[in-house]
């Protein structure tokens, strides 16, 4: 299996979401022979840094300041690294969203609230 060594950082998403959703995304990956390897995690209290709710824009490729401010948010992640950060919401509502800074390899995550397994498409905005 290739491996994806990852980090995991939390916003105010509950840990046992996030556990949940972390089995979630294991499973979808060994399907295509990806090991996702959870190698450390921080809890990052929401705060103007790591918000709890974060707007990600369209999907232009493009990232928003609130992304950026979230993305620094990287104590011991090493330069290969993934980071999944996991939010309570996004703003227009995604089940993650994986554009992100240049050099800051990484993604945001809003955990699973049910034992389904993740959508393997991506997710489209009706609000």
Request: glycine share 14%; aromatic share 8%.
């Given at each position: 299996m290739n491996e994806a060594p990852g980090r995991w950082g939390a916003t105010a998403a509950a840990p046992n979401l996030v556990t949940n959703s972390i089995a979630q995304i294991q499973s979808l990956y060994s399907g295509v022979g990806v090991l996702v390897e959870l190698v450390s995690t921080e809890v990052l209290t929401p705060r103007?840094?790591?918000?709890?709710?974060?707007?990600?824009?369209?999907?232009?490729?493009?990232?928003?300041?609130?992304?950026?401010?979230?993305?620094?948010?990287?104590?011991?992640?090493?330069?290969?690294?993934?980071?999944?950060?996991?939010?309570?919401?996004?703003?227009?509502?995604?089940?993650?969203?994986?554009?992100?800074?240049?050099?800051?390899?990484?993604?945001?995550?809003?955990?699973?609230?049910?034992?389904?397994r993740w959508p393997t498409r991506s997710a489209t905005y009706s609000g």
């Open positions: 103007a840094t790591a918000p709890a709710a974060v707007a990600v824009g369209g999907s232009s490729g493009k990232t928003t300041p609130a992304q950026n401010t979230l993305f620094g948010n990287r104590n011991g992640v090493g330069a290969n690294d993934v980071v999944a950060y996991f939010v309570t919401a996004t703003i227009p509502s995604f089940n993650g969203y994986a554009t992100h800074p240049a050099g800051r390899d990484g993604a945001i995550v809003r955990p699973l609230r049910t034992t389904s």
